[in-house]
């Protein structure tokens, strides 16, 4: 996007965009000159006579455009606007040490809206299953490609930028597959099974051939039709919703997978740190945020750790001598029971982190003895 500055203000912020496209993705640029646009135009247009940064204060030039945002019609969402701040924010502090004075913050933390907080959006397990059968049916290079982000949890973006030799054999019966750079820009090693391998083999029969000029044929994309064109974004939707749709179920995104994936895995029971990893997450908390936790996962987990704590709990019964005799009834049983208090009491005894409470219970327990011992005497009389 071109833009013409209209006066020294707007000629260094779009300066400073222009030095970060040296270091940021073209999306991102779009946005910082998106953001931009949106901010110097509301400035003009209420307050016609800044021309510089130096005449800019929190009050009220960018406290009216904070209104403005938030009063926008349409309203704009919470994630639009924090979006729309945070490279604003940024554009002021690169600014800050060359421009203005450091100490004149003109967009606060407090300004920042919070994340929308959505629901995570794994299909159901009664919908992932006939998904997978209708596209291991379908059997062609799209549907493959998708049981494929199903079976790893990559982006859509990701697998798009597969090449054929993007499956490592790492000895033994160990594969990953490597995702190269993608929206994070960190490459990993994500672990495939047999299917998952089988899945990356069976595209590698179905994709179109490598370029004839092409040196290394391993590098070149792994989603190739037969004309030699790349499979696009939009394929894929489209690929995807037929399926879900002759399926019959509710229309699924590619991205649902992605969810799908992760949840599945949590209820596997790997840990959200190894599931950071292989999603290619920076932050624990993303992990968080694509991981269902429904009412029958937090059923089970209260159950088994109620049967945990039982089992941690529960006391060691005392093991009978076999000369022991069996009858329930008499003195006998009576010095039975009497053993089976004081080995629970003392085992109670060991439990106890108060000192004080742990001395009261050793005249219990001589009582208990002498009691055994008098009944044992009177048996024998």
Same mark, same amino acid.
């Given at each position: 996007m071109s833009t013409m500055p209209a006066c020294e203000l707007d000629r260094i912020i779009y300066e400073r965009i222009n030095i970060l496209a040296a270091t940021l993705r073209p999306m991102t640029i779009r946005n910082y000159q998106v953001s931009a646009n949106n901010f110097l135009r509301r400035l003009h247009l209420n307050f016609p006579r *800044?021309? %510089?940064?130096?005449?800019?204060?929190?009050?009220?030039? *960018?406290? %009216?455009?904070?209104?403005?945002?938030?009063e926008g019609n349409p309203p704009l969402t919470n994630g639009t606007r924090r979006g729309i701040l945070l490279c604003m924010r940024r554009l002021f502090d690169e600014l800050a040490g060359?421009?203005?004075p450091a100490e004149r913050i003109l967009i606060v933390a407090q300004d920042i809206p919070p994340r929308d907080q959505y629901m995570p959006k794994a299909i159901s397990a009664e919908v992932d299953s006939l998904l997978d059968r209708q596209l291991r049916l379908d059997d062609d290079l799209i549907s493959n490609a998708l049981l494929l982000i199903r079976a790893t949890g990559m982006r859509v973006g990701e697998c798009l930028s597969l090449n054929k030799g993007s499956l490592r054999h790492l000895g033994a019966d160990h594969w990953a597959l490597h995702v190269p750079l993608g929206k994070l820009h960190n490459e990993r090693l994500v672990p495939m099974d047999r299917d998952a391998c089988d899945i990356f083999k069976r595209i590698l029969c179905l994709s179109g051939p490598a370029p004839d000029n092409d040196p290394n044929p391993a590098s070149a994309p792994?989603?190739?039709?037969?004309?030699?064109?790349?499979?696009?974004?939009?394929?894929?939707?489209?690929?995807?919703?037929?399926?879900?749709?002759?399926?019959?179920s509710m229309s699924v995104r590619p991205h649902q997978l992605r969810h799908t994936f992760a949840t599945a895995m949590i209820r596997a029971g790997i840990s959200l740190a190894a599931l950071k990893q292989i999603l290619g997450h920076r932050d624990i908390r993303m992990t968080m945020a694509y991981v269902q936790i429904t009412q029958n996962d937090l059923q089970r987990e209260y159950h088994l750790a109620r049967k945990n704590l039982a089992s941690l709990y529960t006391l060691p019964q005392p093991a009978l001598s076999k000369d022991v005799e069996t009858s329930n009834t008499g003195i006998p049983a009576i010095c039975r029971t009497l053993d089976s208090v004081q080995h629970r009491l003392e085992m109670y005894r060991r439990q106890l982190s108060n000192l004080s409470e742990q001395r009261k219970l050793p005249p219990l327990a001589r009582r208990l003895t002498k009691l055994r011992k008098d009944l044992s005497n009177l048996q024998g009389a």
């Open positions: *800044i021309e %510089s940064i130096d005449q800019l204060e929190r009050n009220p030039h *960018i406290l %009216s455009w904070l209104k403005n945002l938030a060359n421009t203005y792994l989603l190739l039709l037969p004309n030699g064109a790349k499979v696009s974004y939009q394929r894929i939707q489209r690929t995807l919703k037929s399926a879900s749709k002759r399926a019959g």
